[in-house]
């Protein structure tokens, strides 16, 4: 079993930044490939960023490529995820999960464990 918590989120001008944390505990952290994912109201659950177990590669959507950057920390059993250049359209509650092994995928459906969520608000 994994805990996934997620913070950092808030309100925010576009244009700025903002750096979500997701701290986990349970299980050897460095045996999952871990995501970012977002939902805004009324949309479908979107891939956002991936990183692998050990960081050495990362994947990113189209829509926030350049602007966005996935990175972990094992020694302190967090993911984070620096947002920069943010658009209105960026607005969602940003999830965390995690996916046991090698695997790294952009499939939602296929993660395995998830955090609650954090709320980013961008103003135009």
């Known amino acids: 079993q994994v805990?996934?918590?997620?913070?950092?989120?808030?309100?925010v001008q576009a244009g700025g930044s903002l750096r979500l944390s997701c701290?986990?505990?349970?299980?050897?952290?460095?045996?999952?490939?871990?995501?970012?994912?977002?939902?805004?109201?009324?949309?479908?659950?979107?891939?956002?960023?991936a990183i692998s177990r050990s960081g050495g590669s990362t994947y990113y959507a189209d829509s926030v490529?350049?602007?966005?950057?996935?990175?972990?920390?094992?020694?302190?059993n967090t993911v984070y995820l620096q947002m920069n250049s943010l658009k209105p359209e960026d607005t969602a509650v940003?999830?965390?999960a995690a996916i046991l092994g090698a695997t790294i995928t952009r499939d939602h459906s296929r993660m395995d464990y998830w955090g609650k969520g954090t709320l980013v608000t961008v103003s135009s």
């Open 23 to 49: 701290a986990a505990s349970g299980r050897t952290f460095s045996s999952y490939g871990m995501g970012w994912f977002r939902q805004a109201t009324g949309k479908e659950r979107e891939f956002v960023a």
């Open 3 to 11: 805990q996934l918590v997620e913070s950092g989120g808030g309100l």
């Open 65 to 76: 490529k350049g602007r966005f950057t996935i990175s972990r920390d094992n020694a302190k």
């Open 94 to 96: 940003y999830y965390c």
